[in-house]
């Protein structure tokens, strides 16, 4: 999760060969869909759950936080009071604390930027993507991440890869040493949930240069 904030201190000059230059990252860490994810991860996820489904840990203590739905029952500005001043600031739960005071005000927006897309598995994929991912295979999923040059063989070009989704889910859950591939690709389903694996490769799909080349059953 911590990709990112690693790649503040290793960006270099642009590369020639198509490697992700410092506007290429900026670009990714200046969206606040994807900051805002971050902060959903730190904050909100243990109460409402990775997908905001409210299928989370603490449900047990505080009762089932299901954004999906919640999200469709009001506007955006109700929920933007409930995470700056808590939950019975607009009449629901207690347990819901305030946040105005712990996160900054571009934290705020930002998770608010992010509770907007949260239904769209598309949307959540890139951003676990973007947070996991590009160190290796790049913002554009084109396999010239900053740490490609590193390694032989290079990370794969998902935006050309020709395995179908189900090969995909497999690589990824239990890393390339599993598949035959290369060893430095890791084991993520140590890390990330089944649901967020599953989102990513939705977002795959809409990388590819040309969808035909992969079958997605």
């Known amino acids: 999760m911590a990709v990112l904030a690693m790649l503040v201190g290793t960006a270099g000059p642009a590369q020639a060969d198509g490697r992700d230059s410092r506007k290429d990252i900026r670009?990714?860490?200046s969206n606040p869909q994807i900051r805002g994810a971050i902060v959903y991860?730190?904050?909100c996820v243990l109460c409402h759950g990775h997908r905001g489904d409210g299928m989370a840990r603490a449900t047990k203590l505080y009762g089932q936080g299901n954004l999906m739905i919640a999200m469709r029952d009001h506007d955006l500005?109700?929920?933007?009071?409930m995470v700056r001043?808590?939950?019975p600031a607009v009449g629901r739960s207690e347990f819901m604390p305030a946040w105005e005071d712990e996160l900054s005000e571009e934290q705020i927006t930002d998770v608010m930027a992010y509770l907007?897309?949260?239904?769209?598995?598309?949307?959540r994929g890139r951003a676990v993507f973007m947070t996991n991912c590009i160190l290796c295979h790049g913002v554009k999923g084109?396999?010239?991440?900053?740490?490609?040059?590193?390694y032989d063989p290079p990370p794969a070009d998902l935006?050309?890869?020709?395995k179908n989704d189900m090969y995909k889910k497999m690589i990824i859950t239990m890393g390339g040493a599993a598949m035959g591939r290369s060893e430095v690709m890791p084991q993520w389903g140590l890390q990330l949930k089944e649901e967020e694996i599953d989102d990513v490769i939705l977002y795959l799909r809409t990388i590819l240069v040309d969808p035909k080349n992969s079958n997605a059953n």
Do not use: C, H, I, M
């Open 85 to 87: 001043q808590g939950g």
């Open 77 to 81: 500005a109700f929920y933007e009071k």
């Open 159 to 162: 935006t050309r890869s020709d």
């Open 116 to 123: 907007q897309v949260l239904t769209d598995p598309v949307v």
């Open 142 to 150: 084109n396999g010239k991440g900053r740490a490609s040059v590193l």
């Open 27 to 29: 670009a990714a860490k």
């Open 41 to 43: 991860k730190s904050y």
